[in-house]
Protein backbone atom coordinates (compact mmCIF):
# COMPACT_ATOMS: atom_id res chain seq x y z
CA UNK A 1 0.00 0.00 0.00
CA UNK A 2 1.30 3.40 -1.45
CA UNK A 3 -0.61 5.70 1.12
CA UNK A 4 -2.33 7.37 -1.91
CA UNK A 5 -5.60 6.50 -2.15
CA UNK A 6 -7.87 6.97 -5.78
CA UNK A 7 -11.24 7.10 -5.95
CA UNK A 8 -13.17 5.89 -7.96
CA UNK A 9 -11.59 2.43 -8.49
CA UNK A 10 -13.72 2.06 -11.84
CA UNK A 11 -16.02 4.49 -13.77
CA UNK A 12 -18.30 3.55 -16.09
CA UNK A 13 -19.82 6.31 -18.44
CA UNK A 14 -21.19 7.92 -22.04
CA UNK A 15 -19.46 9.99 -24.62
CA UNK A 16 -20.03 13.66 -24.34
CA UNK A 17 -20.39 13.28 -20.22
CA UNK A 18 -18.45 14.64 -17.64
CA UNK A 19 -16.55 13.66 -14.45
CA UNK A 20 -14.28 14.07 -11.66
CA UNK A 21 -11.83 11.83 -10.40
CA UNK A 22 -10.37 12.12 -6.88
CA UNK A 23 -7.12 11.45 -5.52
CA UNK A 24 -5.51 11.85 -1.71
CA UNK A 25 -1.65 11.78 -1.08
CA UNK A 26 0.09 10.29 1.15
CA UNK A 27 0.27 12.09 4.83
CA UNK A 28 2.59 15.10 4.34
CA UNK A 29 2.97 15.14 0.77
CA UNK A 30 2.61 18.46 -1.36
CA UNK A 31 2.87 17.31 -4.96
CA UNK A 32 0.31 15.40 -6.52
CA UNK A 33 0.89 14.18 -10.56
CA UNK A 34 -1.92 13.05 -12.61
CA UNK A 35 -0.73 10.46 -15.24
CA UNK A 36 -2.70 8.29 -18.31
CA UNK A 37 -1.81 5.09 -19.49
CA UNK A 38 -3.85 3.90 -22.48
CA UNK A 39 -3.27 1.03 -24.68
CA UNK A 40 -1.96 2.97 -27.34
CA UNK A 41 -0.27 5.56 -25.54
CA UNK A 42 1.46 4.13 -22.28
CA UNK A 43 2.31 5.74 -19.25
CA UNK A 44 1.61 9.92 -19.88
CA UNK A 45 2.16 12.41 -17.34
CA UNK A 46 -0.94 15.35 -17.93
CA UNK A 47 -0.30 17.88 -14.87
CA UNK A 48 1.29 18.35 -11.30
CA UNK A 49 0.20 20.35 -8.45
CA UNK A 50 2.31 21.57 -5.90
CA UNK A 51 0.60 22.74 -2.50
CA UNK A 52 -2.66 24.01 -4.16
CA UNK A 53 -0.30 26.22 -7.48
CA UNK A 54 -0.57 23.93 -10.74
CA UNK A 55 3.45 23.32 -11.53
CA UNK A 56 3.71 21.63 -14.89
CA UNK A 57 1.48 20.70 -17.43
CA UNK A 58 2.14 17.51 -19.90
CA UNK A 59 -0.09 16.10 -22.42
CA UNK A 60 -3.84 16.78 -20.42
CA UNK A 61 -6.17 17.99 -23.65
CA UNK A 62 -7.94 21.46 -23.27
CA UNK A 63 -11.35 19.31 -22.01
CA UNK A 64 -9.25 18.16 -18.95
CA UNK A 65 -9.08 19.92 -15.45
CA UNK A 66 -7.59 19.90 -12.04
CA UNK A 67 -7.34 21.24 -8.76
CA UNK A 68 -5.80 20.71 -5.42
CA UNK A 69 -7.24 21.89 -2.83
CA UNK A 70 -5.85 23.09 1.26
CA UNK A 71 -6.43 19.69 2.73
CA UNK A 72 -4.04 18.54 -0.45
CA UNK A 73 -6.26 16.20 -1.95
CA UNK A 74 -6.51 16.49 -5.89
CA UNK A 75 -9.21 16.20 -8.15
CA UNK A 76 -8.99 15.64 -12.23
CA UNK A 77 -12.17 16.56 -14.35
CA UNK A 78 -12.66 15.18 -17.76
CA UNK A 79 -15.67 17.23 -19.85
CA UNK A 80 -16.98 16.03 -23.16
CA UNK A 81 -15.84 12.69 -22.54
CA UNK A 82 -14.81 11.02 -25.54
CA UNK A 83 -14.38 6.92 -26.29
CA UNK A 84 -10.54 8.13 -26.58
CA UNK A 85 -10.64 8.96 -23.02
CA UNK A 86 -10.68 5.54 -21.93
CA UNK A 87 -7.80 4.46 -19.94
CA UNK A 88 -6.32 3.76 -16.45
CA UNK A 89 -5.77 7.43 -14.30
CA UNK A 90 -3.28 7.13 -12.14
CA UNK A 91 -2.19 9.84 -9.66
CA UNK A 92 1.10 9.91 -7.44
CA UNK A 93 2.31 11.99 -4.66
CA UNK A 94 6.05 13.75 -3.30
CA UNK A 95 6.61 15.33 -0.44
CA UNK A 96 9.01 18.20 -1.85
CA UNK A 97 10.24 19.78 -5.11
CA UNK A 98 13.85 20.96 -4.86
CA UNK A 99 16.64 19.69 -2.10
CA UNK A 100 17.00 16.36 -2.30
CA UNK A 101 15.25 13.78 -4.69
CA UNK A 102 11.78 12.99 -4.18
CA UNK A 103 10.17 9.47 -4.79
CA UNK A 104 6.76 9.56 -6.50
CA UNK A 105 4.38 6.89 -4.98
CA UNK A 106 1.59 5.61 -7.18
CA UNK A 107 -1.97 5.30 -6.11
CA UNK A 108 -4.12 2.20 -7.26
CA UNK A 109 -5.70 3.92 -10.18
CA UNK A 110 -9.07 4.75 -11.67
CA UNK A 111 -10.14 2.68 -14.63
CA UNK A 112 -12.68 5.08 -16.75
CA UNK A 113 -14.57 3.47 -19.82
CA UNK A 114 -16.39 5.86 -22.12
CA UNK A 115 -19.31 4.10 -24.00
CA UNK B 1 10.55 11.33 -25.30
CA UNK B 2 12.08 8.46 -23.30
CA UNK B 3 15.86 8.76 -22.79
CA UNK B 4 16.37 4.90 -22.33
CA UNK B 5 16.31 1.65 -24.63
CA UNK B 6 14.74 -1.13 -22.42
CA UNK B 7 14.29 -4.72 -24.23
CA UNK B 8 10.68 -5.56 -24.95
CA UNK B 9 10.60 -8.81 -22.82
CA UNK B 10 12.81 -11.16 -20.93
CA UNK B 11 11.94 -14.70 -18.99
CA UNK B 12 13.59 -15.68 -16.15
CA UNK B 13 12.99 -18.82 -13.63
CA UNK B 14 11.51 -18.64 -10.59
CA UNK B 15 14.33 -18.02 -7.86
CA UNK B 16 17.16 -17.45 -10.18
CA UNK B 17 18.44 -13.92 -10.60
CA UNK B 18 16.86 -11.74 -13.15
CA UNK B 19 19.30 -9.02 -14.83
CA UNK B 20 17.55 -6.12 -16.45
CA UNK B 21 19.48 -4.14 -18.65
CA UNK B 22 18.75 0.00 -19.41
CA UNK B 23 20.90 2.20 -22.00
CA UNK B 24 21.11 5.95 -20.98
CA UNK B 25 24.10 6.76 -23.20
CA UNK B 26 22.87 10.57 -23.64
CA UNK B 27 22.28 10.81 -19.49
CA UNK B 28 23.83 14.05 -17.85
CA UNK B 29 26.09 14.69 -15.14
CA UNK B 30 23.17 15.69 -12.99
CA UNK B 31 20.49 13.01 -13.94
CA UNK B 32 19.50 10.17 -12.16
CA UNK B 33 18.39 6.86 -13.15
CA UNK B 34 15.33 5.03 -11.47
CA UNK B 35 13.48 2.56 -11.72
CA UNK B 36 9.69 1.27 -11.37
CA UNK B 37 7.62 -1.80 -12.08
CA UNK B 38 4.04 -1.90 -12.65
CA UNK B 39 2.06 -5.57 -12.38
CA UNK B 40 -0.77 -6.00 -14.03
CA UNK B 41 -2.23 -2.36 -13.92
CA UNK B 42 -1.58 -1.56 -10.80
CA UNK B 43 -0.05 1.38 -9.83
CA UNK B 44 3.34 1.88 -10.73
CA UNK B 45 5.61 0.93 -7.71
CA UNK B 46 8.79 2.64 -7.06
CA UNK B 47 11.93 0.62 -7.05
CA UNK B 48 15.72 1.78 -6.54
CA UNK B 49 17.34 4.81 -7.74
CA UNK B 50 20.98 6.16 -8.41
CA UNK B 51 23.74 8.62 -9.48
CA UNK B 52 27.08 7.00 -9.89
CA UNK B 53 27.18 4.96 -7.14
CA UNK B 54 25.46 1.33 -7.31
CA UNK B 55 23.08 0.96 -4.63
CA UNK B 56 20.98 -1.68 -3.24
CA UNK B 57 17.56 -2.20 -0.61
CA UNK B 58 15.09 -4.75 0.30
CA UNK B 59 14.07 -5.30 -3.52
CA UNK B 60 16.77 -5.08 -5.73
CA UNK B 61 20.27 -3.68 -6.77
CA UNK B 62 21.30 -1.05 -9.16
CA UNK B 63 24.44 -1.26 -11.08
CA UNK B 64 25.55 1.67 -13.22
CA UNK B 65 28.39 1.52 -15.78
CA UNK B 66 31.53 3.99 -14.77
CA UNK B 67 30.47 5.98 -17.63
CA UNK B 68 27.42 5.97 -16.69
CA UNK B 69 25.60 5.25 -19.98
CA UNK B 70 23.92 1.90 -18.94
CA UNK B 71 22.86 0.45 -15.69
CA UNK B 72 21.26 -3.04 -14.59
CA UNK B 73 18.90 -3.79 -12.58
CA UNK B 74 18.51 -6.90 -10.59
CA UNK B 75 16.35 -8.88 -8.71
CA UNK B 76 18.72 -11.99 -6.99
CA UNK B 77 16.15 -14.66 -6.77
CA UNK B 78 13.51 -14.02 -8.88
CA UNK B 79 9.62 -15.27 -7.86
CA UNK B 80 6.38 -15.56 -9.73
CA UNK B 81 5.44 -11.95 -7.60
CA UNK B 82 7.91 -10.13 -9.39
CA UNK B 83 6.46 -10.47 -13.35
CA UNK B 84 5.68 -7.00 -14.38
CA UNK B 85 6.68 -4.43 -16.60
CA UNK B 86 9.90 -2.56 -15.25
CA UNK B 87 10.68 1.26 -16.31
CA UNK B 88 14.32 2.66 -16.82
CA UNK B 89 13.84 6.41 -16.25
CA UNK B 90 16.07 9.35 -16.12
CA UNK B 91 15.39 12.27 -14.17
CA UNK B 92 17.02 15.34 -13.61
CA UNK B 93 15.81 16.93 -10.51
CA UNK B 94 13.38 16.56 -7.52
CA UNK B 95 9.84 17.77 -8.22
CA UNK B 96 9.04 16.87 -12.15
CA UNK B 97 7.24 14.14 -14.14
CA UNK B 98 8.43 11.24 -15.00
CA UNK B 99 8.52 10.09 -18.54
CA UNK B 100 7.95 6.56 -19.21
CA UNK B 101 8.78 4.61 -22.06
CA UNK B 102 7.75 1.01 -22.98
CA UNK B 103 9.73 -1.08 -20.36
CA UNK B 104 10.53 -4.35 -20.17
CA UNK B 105 7.81 -7.28 -19.61
CA UNK B 106 9.88 -9.49 -17.07
CA UNK B 107 8.50 -12.72 -16.81
CA UNK B 108 9.34 -15.23 -14.22
CA UNK B 109 7.84 -18.69 -14.57
CA UNK B 110 7.99 -21.84 -12.21
Known amino acids: DSGVTQTPKHLITATGQRVTLRCSPRSGDLSVYWYQQSLDQGLQFLIQ???????AKGNILERFSAQQFPDLHSELNLSSLELGDSALYFC??????????????FGPGTRLTVL | DAKTTQPTSMDCAEGRAANLPCNHS???????VYWYRQIHSQGPQYIIHGLKNNETNEMASLIITEDRKSSTLILPHATLRDTAVYYC???????????FGKGTTLSVSS
Open chain 1, 49 to 55: YYNGEER
Open chain 1, 92 to 105: ASSARLAGGLDTQY
Open chain 2, 26 to 32: TISGNEY
Open chain 2, 89 to 99: IVRVQAGTALI
